[in-house]
């Protein structure tokens, strides 16, 4: 079988060991008895007790990680980990983050504040995630917030 990563750093997660399927609106879990290199997005695994019948009635499933199975980040970020994280740009909160849009140029932070930003998620931008706290130090150049 074939997990899409969906993900812009899909390298977080090629060490998984298992996902719930969701199966009739039910999450039903799943281990790995195999498992493939990362390639791209791509992850190929073989479950545990599954045929290749059985799993092509699986193809087109939404796969699912709980947080706790979700590899920690001690530096950097994956998107959908940082999804409600605050931002503070110069000293003044400017909103959380409420989606990371990938683009084949740069990722954007989808921030909500006082009204919706889009900030590039570059190296240039983020001075510091705080994890622990759950806030993003941005340092974003003068007026970009006014586009």
Known sequence: MVLFIDSSTPQYFKNLESVFLEINQELIPFFFSERGKLNGKKLIVKLEDVTPEHASSLVGCQAYLPKEMLPSVTEGFYDKAIIGFNVISNSSSI???????????????????EKEFLVPAVEAFIKEIDHQNKIVYLELPEGLLDL
């Open 95 to 113: 909103g959380s983050i409420i989606d990371v849009i990938e683009n084949s140029a740069q990722n954007l932070f989808v921030i909500e504040g």
